[in-house]
C-alpha cells in the first residue's frame, strides 16, 4: 500500500511562488510515474505536471508550462511541484498521484493508482 501526503500549499498574492511536495511511504517510489493535477471548486481535475521514474522526462500542461516545474528525488522518496509567477486561476486543491503500471502510463490520463489528500492552494490579486 502507497500512501503519499503533500504538503506546501498556502495562500500567496499573483505574482508569488510555492513549492509543493508530496512524500510517498510504502512502495518502491524509484519505480513509479508521477503527477500533479490540480481541481478547482466547480471544475473537473486537470493535468497539471509528471514525471517519469528517473525524473528524466518532464511533461507539463500548456499553462503552467514556463511558470511550474516538477522535478523528484528518489533517496527522500518525494517529488516536487515548484509554482512560480502564481496567478488567481491557479487556485486549486493540488494533489499528487502515483502510477505503478508505467508500461501503460499516460502523464496527464493515467492511470494512477495512489492519490494523496491534497494541499490547497489559493492565489490571491
Known amino acids: 500500500q502507497v500512501q503519499l501526503v503533500e504538503s506546501g500549499g498556502g495562500l500567496v498574492q499573483a505574482g508569488g511562488s510555492l513549492r509543493l511536495s508530496c512524500a510517498a511511504s510504502?512502495?518502491?517510489?524509484?519505480?513509479?510515474?508521477m503527477g500533479w493535477f490540480r481541481q478547482a471548486p466547480g471544475k473537473e481535475r486537470e493535468f497539471v505536471a509528471a514525471?517519469?521514474?528517473?525524473?528524466?522526462?518532464?511533461y507539463y500542461a500548456d499553462s503552467v508550462r514556463g511558470r511550474f516545474t516538477i522535478s523528484r528525488d528518489n533517496d527522500k522518496n518525494t517529488v516536487y511541484l515548484q509554482m512560480n509567477s502564481l496567478k488567481p486561476e491557479d487556485t486549486a486543491n493540488y494533489y499528487c498521484?502515483?502510477?505503478?503500471?508505467?508500461?501503460?502510463?499516460?502523464?496527464?490520463?493515467?492511470?494512477?493508482?495512489?492519490w494523496g489528500q491534497g494541499t490547497q492552494v489559493t492565489v490571491s490579486t
Open positions: 514525471i517519469n521514474w528517473s525524473g528524466g522526462t518532464l
Open positions: 498521484g502515483a502510477s505503478l503500471q508505467v508500461r501503460i502510463w499516460e502523464p496527464a490520463r493515467g492511470p494512477y493508482d495512489y
Open positions: 510504502g512502495g518502491t517510489f524509484s519505480s513509479y510515474g
